[in-house]
């Protein structure tokens, strides 16, 4: 039996190849989705309990960390988990850490989105040692082909390194679209020219969107901008070229497209293009400057205040941004209870607030946060890493008895640099 734990827009169509190759499968996913033919389990424990091998495909580090040590009392000696998440090297080793010796461990990230994933067609980069590479070598190809890439955690390091790479071109070629735009170069003679290059896959990805604009979600922006910071980390760090793709992704990020698909960085790119500076004999001299004040934010792409507050005020080059909670257009609670769906509304809604006022999450001085339940810290954490991608700010996490309203689990605020 296997179990499948994670059901998102890769994990549904992968738990579906297994089930059509013939395979038992029991799955679990923090909001249930149907895989017709598996099983589904209330828990991780549950899902695992029985399997000989669980598979885990889910966003970040934090998460495979929460769902591993949600499925250890049902994981059985002589099992092997197979992460296939993108969650780097580290993240890898703390995994076996974690796990009991008698449990196998296989790192295997895949290469492809959606389609390739319903189709069968991805490439599996896998690292493990070779008995545990060996009792799961024939499950791993019904995703597609298997490149084994070495030993325990190579199959992550190798992941980081293709998309440090992939993602950076596409994030290079997004900018040089807008830079063509300002140049007066047409974007489809542009990319009939780059389809001449060694670029040429590439610009073909990117054509649509930058002739008609964005379409369905394969590879989620907020899941590319995770992928960079990772690739940048630790001995990533000296990736200049990388680190500026990872910073412009976070700015699309707090603009709140993480959801969109990774191609939403054409027209970001081409938003950021600034204007041509006004001539230098109308230009104020530099010493003359404008007196600081006090202005209210209120912008109108988050729901308004009840009317005895600002979103967030405005000094200088500061923003002061108010409290933020998970509420709808008419001031109901927005998943009542549930802290990740709260913590993404209210992460939401300050990228939304910093867009409006040129700033971003990467500019964040201080970010203040009031929880209901400390013990819940790991699911808002979850949500956050996939929102602060670059050098953590300064951060204040507080119990609080409740907050104003019923339902309501999490409020933040944060001080950030215009």
């Known amino acids: 039996m296997i179990a499948f734990l994670g059901l998102g827009r890769m994990g549904v169509p992968m738990a579906g190849r297994l089930v059509a190759a013939g395979h038992k499968v029991t799955v679990w996913n923090r909001t249930p989705r149907d895989v017709p033919g598996a099983e589904a389990a209330p828990s991780p ?7 000989d091998i669980v598979i885990t495909m889910l966003s970040d580090p934090d998460a495979v960390s929460e769902v591993a040590r949600a499925a250890l009392p049902g994981l059985r000696p002589g099992s092997v988990l197979v992460e296939m998440s993108t969650i780097g090297p580290d993240a890898v080793r703390l995994l076996r850490g974690l796990l009991p010796e008698s449990v196998g461990l296989v790192d295997a990230p895949v290469l492809g ?41 190579s199959g992550a390091a190798t992941k980081l390194a293709v998309m440090s790479a992939l993602v950076t071109a596409q994030v290079g070629l997004a900018e040089t679209l ?4 300002a140049l007066g170069v047409g974007r489809t003679a542009l990319l009939d020219v780059l389809g001449a290059t060694p670029l040429a896959g590439l610009a073909e990805r990117l054509r649509p969107v930058a002739e008609s604009g964005p379409f369905e979600t394969r590879y989620a922006l907020g899941l590319a901008a995770k992928d960079l ?16 793709a990872r910073d412009l992704l976070a700015g699309a ?7 969109h698909d990774l191609t939403a960085v054409v027209p970001f790119a081409a938003s950021r293009t600034p204007e041509a500076p006004a001539p230098k004999e109308v230009r104020a001299p530099k010493e003359v400057r404008a007196p600081k004040e006090v202005r209210a934010v209120n912008p109108p792409s988050v729901p ?36 990740t769906r709260q913590s993404e509304v209210v992460m939401e809604n300050l990228g939304r607030i910093l867009a409006d006022q040129g700033s971003s999450f990467d500019r964040i001085l201080h970010i203040r946060t009031f929880l209901t339940d400390m013990d819940r810290l790991h699911e808002y954490a979850a949500v956050r890493g996939r929102f602060l991608t670059g050098e953590p700010p300064a951060s204040t996490t507080v119990e609080v008895e409740r907050l104003f309203l019923p339902g309501l689990v999490i409020e933040v605020e944060v001080v950030a640099a215009l």
């Open 304 to 339: 308004a205040t009840n009317g005895r507050y600002s979103h967030a005020v405005r000094f200088g080059d500061l923003l002061f941004v108010s409290g933020q909670v998970a509420l709808d257009e008419d001031g109901k609670v927005a998943g009542e209870g549930d802290m």
């Open 229 to 244: 910071r990772l690739a940048t980390e630790g001995p990533g760090s000296g990736q200049t070229v990388t680190a500026a």
């Open 45 to 51: 424990a549950a899902a695992a309990a029985g399997a």
């Open 253 to 259: 990020v707090a603009a709140g497209l993480a959801g």
């Open 113 to 153: 989105s959606v389609g390739p994933a319903a189709e069968g067609t991805l490439v599996v980069l896998a690292g493990g040692a070779r008995w545990d590479l060996d009792r799961v070598s024939d499950v791993l190809r019904v995703f597609g082909t298997v490149h084994e890439a070495g030993g325990p955690g």
């Open 178 to 181: 807008a830079y063509a735009d």
